[in-house]
């Protein structure tokens, strides 16, 4: 089983994505569907995937946990509900209950968005990824490089809560520059709670000119910082599509562990995290 663990759908005609702006966005703007994504998931092997918020609205939850429950290819749901609502813990047992709700694995909220540098710190941020952690689900830190420190303190804050970083923290690949990035991912990945995606590094990279050996600092230094038992596979389709095909991202990825690592990294890891 190879386990793409990051990926989106979205439907214009259903909600607007009002972060696709600006003319360099302007090939997302379309409708993405499940069943677009099955063909290219399954031609490259990808049995099972895990579909994630795009927006911070509630009723996508629901919508993506129907989809998990209608696709065999998405096994989990990554889906958002507003962490500082005093209700928390009533809102995660309301959606578990829903058509589809055993497929909710987890939590993300765009902190990368967030003006706060420490969002991730506030009082009622912090009973909210506590209520996370008591349903038993994992959380998905989306976050900037600058907003690393707080994603520490917040993971010290929680040892029973799993913290998934997406997308590497966001490394400054295009300017190839390592630090202050790379020695706040390895902080955060000093903590034993912590467990990272190798995803969404071509849209980091230099678009139209990408080459593995541009990404392979950066895997690199996630492979040493969480070691390959704390690292998953994520296309982060279709944001990828601005930087390359579905196949050509997996096939990066794919050089980018070495065989014996593999496994770790595009099945196990992602299964015992989600809990696929």
């Not at 214009?12 to 379309?30: C, F, M, T, Y």
């Not at 065999?72 to 809102?91: F, N």
């Not at 389709?237 to 014996?260: H, K, N, Q, S």
Request: charged share 20%.
């Amino acid at each position: 089983m190879t386990v793409d663990a990051h990926h989106h759908v979205w439907d214009l005609s259903v909600r607007d994505q009002d972060w696709i702006a600006g003319p360099e966005l302007q090939p997302l703007r379309r409708n993405f569907t499940v069943e677009d994504l099955d063909p290219e998931a399954r031609a490259a092997g990808v049995t099972r995937t895990v579909l994630v918020q795009t927006v911070t609205a509630p009723e996508e939850t629901p919508e993506f946990l129907a989809l998990a429950d209608a696709h065999d290819l998405v096994a989990a749901v990554v889906g958002w509900t507003d962490l500082t609502r005093p209700d928390i813990a009533d809102e995660l047992a309301r959606l578990r209950e829903l058509p589809g709700g055993s497929y909710l694995k987890g939590i993300r909220h765009q902190v990368q968005g967030e003006p706060d540098p420490e969002w991730l710190l506030r009082p009622d941020v912090h009973r909210g990824l506590a209520a996370i952690a008591d349903a038993g689900l994992v959380y998905d830190l989306v976050v900037q490089p600058h907003q690393l420190p707080a994603a520490v303190k917040a993971a010290e804050s929680h040892p029973r809560l799993t913290f998934v970083l997406d997308h590497l923290g966001k490394p400054p690949i295009a300017s190839r520059a390592l630090d202050p990035w790379a020695t706040a991912v390895r902080t955060l990945a000093a903590l034993p709670n912590t467990v990272c995606k190798l995803s969404g590094m071509v849209t980091e990279a230099e678009p139209a000119s990408w080459t593995v050996d541009d990404l392979r600092p950066y895997a690199d230094m996630v492979l040493d910082a969480f070691g390959p038992q704390r690292l998953m596979f994520g296309s982060d389709w279709p944001v990828c599509t601005l930087a390359g095909t579905y196949a050509e991202v997996f096939d990066a990825a794919a050089r980018l562990v070495t065989p014996a690592d593999r496994t770790h990294v595009f099945e196990t890891t992602a299964t015992r995290v989600y809990g696929l």
